[in-house]
């Protein structure tokens, strides 16, 4: 039988031939010349990898949707997708008596994320001119009655080129999903194992003295979202708001996973107890959240 050419093409790829003769005429190749082998492979492999991740991006970009709609997420330069009967259109008017809608005409989805370092003075620079801007980084809207109340929690140790990046990117989404919020960083000193839990604990209560927020959102300072129609209000259920990082090539590592950023109501935050504070050093207090 004729083989058929998918099969004659595998067999006679070089890759195929190489192994092939090396099996039959073994040859022992000199040191630096085995060495060069394994740069070009893993040169190979990273490239390769870098390839997936960046197809896997734009095919969630293009497919995936958030927070259960089932609007298309795109970017800027596709209006059409961004523009559905799902969200209000350009010209639509709201009463300041009346709850502020969840999907406002101005959330187009894929946003630009500015990494270029700045530093806090020019954060207040930049937000001095919002006159709405309180101090400790509290606002609301004014054409609406916000739907949800938080307050973000930033656990916080040695991040001082981010926490500026951080405020850059996040209060306008936070603006455009028309929330009342603030930010509370907390910061720990001393030279201790790093205790994320124990700081999203003190941060919960030290903002309720503060206000009378209705939804909290623990927020890991060095990540931002992509997208701003990845609404940042709370819900009936707790809320993974990170689960595609860039990091992990957009997909979840595990399906337990519960890290980055995760929003509950602070009825079901007292529910759960909080956080765990046992845990010193990288990692666990999610796992541990989602138990809960």
């Not at 992509?226 to 595990?254: Q, T, V, W």
Request: glycine share 6%.
């Amino acid at each position: 039988m004729t083989p058929s050419p998918r099969h004659v093409f595998l067999d006679a790829s070089p890759k195929w031939g190489c192994w092939e003769r090396r099996r039959r005429e073994p040859a022992i190749l000199p040191a630096n010349t085995y060495l060069f082998m394994v740069q070009a492979r893993g040169i190979m492999l990273k490239e390769n990898v870098k390839t997936i991740g960046h197809m896997i991006r734009l095919y969630t970009n293009k497919n995936a949707t958030l927070n259960g709609t089932d609007v298309p997420e795109g970017n800027n330069s596709s209006d059409s997708l961004a523009q559905t009967m799902k969200y209000l259109p350009e010209n639509f008017t709201y009463s300041p008596y009346q709850p502020c809608p969840e999907k406002l005409p101005y959330m187009r989805g894929f946003i630009d994320v500015n990494m270029s370092e700045i530093s806090l003075d020019e954060i207040q620079q930049i937000f001095s001119n919002d006159l709405d801007v309180e101090p400790g980084g509290r606002w609301k809207p004014k054409d609406c009655k916000p739907r949800w109340k938080i307050a973000v929690l930033i656990p916080f140790r040695n991040r001082h080129e981010h926490l500026p990046i951080f405020f850059r990117h996040l209060i306008p989404v936070l603006q455009k999903q028309r929330l009342e919020f603030a930010f509370y960083v907390v910061e720990q000193t001393g030279v201790q194992p790093f205790n994320r839990a124990m700081l999203f604990n003190i941060g919960f209560k030290e903002a309720m003295k503060d206000n009378d927020w209705d939804c909290v959102i623990f927020h890991d300072v060095d990540h931002l979202p992509e997208n701003d129609r990845n609404y940042y209000g709370c819900s009936e259920m707790p809320r993974h708001f990170a689960a595609k990082l860039d990091k992990y090539m957009y997909i979840l590592p595990y399906s337990e996973f519960f890290g980055g950023v995760s929003g509950l109501t602070v009825e079901q935050f007292r529910k759960i107890n909080g956080f765990p504070n046992a845990f010193w050093g990288w990692g666990g207090e999610d796992d541990d959240l989602w138990n809960r």
